[in-house]
């Protein structure tokens, strides 16, 4: 069932289930029992009532993020190494989007960075880092990537409750000088720019988040509102 659904659109019928079983040469209750399984893995919506039977549905990438999310909640990490997973996917996301090819995702870079540049409130952060790594994420057309890293954003989201170590300057420097790298086009220096910025910072704050606090605090770069 679960390639019958691949072989076929989005959201195209697959048949009833006298049809699915019948095609399949299993009973009916076999064919039950793989729904809810492939239900359950977001691939297959059962409608009832006329016009009812299965259809099939590619599963949704934020869905797959809260449990993938919810799974390593539920392991022993350490924090330690969510800073560093975290910071080392910003790194590569950073070069990859320099390999981008369309002008117009690298000028609404360039309007985030403005933004960003011009923020003088830290209650404006969360908004703009989000914006920022959307962005980088419509640069990028690596799906698998692009699900391990939001998988490591929100662990460190999870993690993360009282971090300090990017004050507001600090943050705007880091996220203008990172985004100009980026739109230079040139992924060495991208990736350079935000080891450099970002994560040799966190990594300083395994340690303790105490020796880097400053009177304007934000949280931990990178780290979901």
Same mark, same amino acid.
């Given at each position: ?6 072989? +076929? ?95 117009? @995702?690298?000028?609404? +870079? ?11 409130d830290a209650s404006h952060i969360a908004r703009l880092e989000t914006a920022?790594?959307?962005? @980088? ?6 799906? +698998?990537?692009? @699900? ?21 300057a600090r943050w705007r420097e880091s996220r203008v000088e990172i985004i ?24 300083? +704050? ?20």
């Amino acid at each position: 069932m679960r390639e019958m659904i691949f072989a +076929l659109p989005d959201g195209d019928f697959l048949g009833s289930l006298a049809d699915i079983a019948q095609a399949l040469g299993v009973g009916i209750v076999t064919v039950q029992q793989t729904a809810r399984v492939l239900e359950h893995e977001g691939l297959l919506e059962v409608r009832r009532g006329p016009g009812g039977g299965y259809y099939g549905r590619r599963p949704d990438i934020a869905s797959l993020e809260r449990s993938l999310a919810s799974y390593l909640r539920s392991r022993p990490t350490s924090l330690e190494e969510v800073l560093d997973i975290t910071s080392l996917l910003f790194n590569e996301l950073c070069a990859a989007a320099a390999d981008c090819h369309d002008d117009g @995702l690298y000028e609404g +870079l360039g309007t985030i960075g403005f933004e960003i540049g011009q923020c003088a409130d830290a209650s404006h952060i969360a908004r703009l880092e989000t914006a920022l790594q959307e962005h @980088l994420f419509a640069m990028v057309d690596r799906p +698998l990537f692009e @699900l391990l890293t939001r998988v490591a954003l929100r662990m460190a989201e999870a993690r993360v409750t009282d971090s300090r170590g990017f004050g507001l300057a600090r943050w705007r420097e880091s996220r203008v000088e990172i985004i100009a790298a980026i739109r230079r086009r040139d992924p060495p220096l991208a990736r350079f720019e935000a080891n450099r910025r970002n994560r040799e910072v966190v990594l300083a +704050l395994r340690p303790g988040f105490a020796d880097f606090a400053s009177d304007e605090t934000v949280s931990t770069p990178f780290a979901q509102p």
